[in-house]
């Protein structure tokens, strides 16, 4: 099938090509929550920016899909991001059953879209922070035109299956998946009386963890999310799709693991704990039934989430849990003069553009160069 036969481009606006757009998340094995339209919808609208889905169409099929958020600012200049908050992947989703040559004509299109549309929109930078599940990162790296690249370690791990003749999930997981100093952390918070619960509903479990979360992330000098992020995520996802797993000791809340789920991958999203029980166990007790729910609801994997490269405390962590590690990059590429967006310092561009990348701080000017 010649892809440039018969190819419309076209930015998604339908009932009809938005069900289309969720076959073809289905399908897509590079497919992730960050794609839905659910999820970019909610996180442009809780940034105050756009969400728009540029698409590649031939007869009734969508081919190929670049879901982006474009944030509007009138004294800097316009930014888009594949996609925003705190990471989120984004990137080119295309049809499996095109031919290998054929899928990189699609995704050249659509990166050529991409840039049409930046410029249309009189943005001055675009990110893509490509699919963590996307095995083909080498595509944006030899054919992607961009000016910096970022680089991140994605930890999944593959989950063991379930059935007759197989063992527990339990076991699997510490027999081929968990390290020694992993098991042990799960058996001290068994023997502790560390339990865990779920909850999918706003209410003190959910305000107990953002305290816990805030200090944790205050505490090293980082970017907090806002409560209202999770208790509107709540609000725009049903219970299948996210939920707060939580585990109390003495009745008390002292950890949890924020997650979304979506297709075949269960999603670390947010965890916390709290700092006088940090040596409890807590955290690696809650994955391991986050893992076994997961499991026995047929995911097959549990992604960690992106890593960088300096965080070495957080790597052997996620590691001992036996994640794999799945290499994905930030592509930034710029339209025009964005001199002035090099000059500034990240606590403007945080400012300025809250919940999306702009640059990596590598890129910024030092200040005697201002």
């Excluded at 076209?10 to 839905?36: C, G, Q, R």
């Excluded at 907090?224 to 009745?251: I, M, T, W």
Aim: aromatic letters at 14%; glycine letters at 6%.
């Amino acid at each position: 099938m010649d892809v440039n036969d018969g190819i419309k481009e076209l930015v998604i606006s339908t009932e009809h090509d938005f069900a289309n757009y969720e076959v073809l998340l289905a399908k897509a094995p590079e497919s992730m929550i960050y794609h839905t339209k659910r999820y970019v919808d909610f996180v442009a609208s809780y940034l105050q920016a756009e969400a728009y889905y540029l698409a590649l169409k031939q007869k009734d099929r969508l081919i190929g899909v670049l879901p982006i958020v474009l944030k509007r600012n009138s004294k800097l200049g316009n930014i888009i991001n594949s996609n925003p908050y705190y990471g989120s992947n984004g990137g080119v989703i295309v049809h499996p059953d095109l031919p290998p040559v054929q899928k990189n004509k699609v995704k050249l299109r659509l990166l050529d879209f991409l840039a049409s549309f930046a410029k249309a929109h009189d943005c001055i930078l675009s990110t893509i922070i490509a699919s963590s599940l996307d095995r083909d990162q080498m595509f944006y790296r030899q054919f992607a035109h961009f000016d910096f690249m970022d680089r991140r370690v994605g930890q999944v791990t593959v989950i063991p299956s379930t059935g007759k003749n197989k063992g527990s999930v339990r076991d699997n997981l510490f027999e081929d998946r968990f390290s020694s100093s992993c098991r042990r952390a799960i058996r001290k918070a068994e023997k502790t009386g560390v339990a865990v619960k779920i909850t999918a509903s706003k209410g003190a479990e959910l305000d107990q963890f953002y305290e816990i979360y805030k200090q944790n992330i205050g505490s090293k000098g980082g970017m907090v999310k806002d409560k209202d992020f999770f208790e509107k995520a709540f609000d725009a996802f049903p219970d299948n799709a996210c939920n707060l797993r939580y585990a109390e000791l003495d009745g008390v809340l002292v950890a949890g693991i924020f997650q979304f789920y979506f297709k075949n991958t269960a999603e670390y999203f947010q965890p916390a704990i709290h700092h006088d029980h940090r040596e409890s166990g807590a955290t690696n007790l809650l994955v391991l039934h986050g893992m076994e729910k997961a499991a026995e609801e047929g995911y097959l994997y549990w992604n960690f989430g992106g890593t960088w490269e300096s965080q070495e405390e957080v790597y052997r962590f996620k590691h001992s849990f036996g994640a794999e590690d799945f290499i994905y990059y930030y592509f930034v590429t710029g339209y025009g003069d964005y001199s002035h967006i090099r000059k500034l310092n990240p606590e403007v561009l945080k400012r300025e553009y809250p919940g999306f990348f702009v640059l990596p701080y590598s890129a910024l000017l030092p200040r005697d160069a201002k």
